[in-house]
């Protein structure tokens, strides 16, 4: 099953991606997935906080792009429960991502030693008393092949 959504992408950072997927052949989504799930990984630096979710900086109207999505269950999985812990927008872990990962990830796809990541994801929920405790996996393994999108 797939998911609709969107993203809000700063016109600096949609033409970074762009770019990237031209010297590379990737599509736009695949290397949003693999870098989100990149960032997932690193889970060391992940700074989990209480309070409202935050978003990007505002800027004009002009300077934001739309970018539409189908996202699989699982990634959409892994992009909410992000948003959950860390407290920030899905674009603006996305754009976090970008300026991250983008410039490493391109660098391996063009010298052919990328590994690209796979995601195993499981929440499971457990009732003590009144409160709902949820635990949520992520096991992200690479591979050297192409995935599928």
Do not use: C
Not at 66 to 94: A, G, H, I, P, W
Not at 123 to 136: M, S, T, V, Y
Request: glycine residues 4%; without cysteine.
């Amino acid at each position: 099953m797939r998911l609709e959504t969107s993203f809000n992408m700063h016109i600096v950072t949609f033409v970074k991606l762009f770019n990237a997927t031209q010297r590379t052949g990737i599509p736009m989504l695949a290397l949003i997935r693999e870098m989100m799930y990149n960032y997932a990984k690193d889970h060391k630096h992940m700074h989990i906080t209480r309070g409202t979710v935050k978003y990007q900086k505002r800027d004009i109207d002009g300077n934001w792009k739309v970018f539409r999505v189908s996202l699989n269950e699982k990634d959409y999985e892994l992009f909410t429960d992000m948003r959950k812990v860390m407290k920030l927008s899905v674009s603006y872990l996305v754009a976090l991502s970008i300026k991250k990962y983008l410039d490493k990830i391109v660098y391996k796809i063009l010298k052919k030693n990328h590994r690209y990541a796979y995601l195993i994801h499981d929440a499971i929920g457990e009732r003590i008393g009144k409160l709902k405790n949820w635990i949520f996996s992520w096991y992200i393994i690479k591979r050297r092949r192409i995935p599928d999108y």
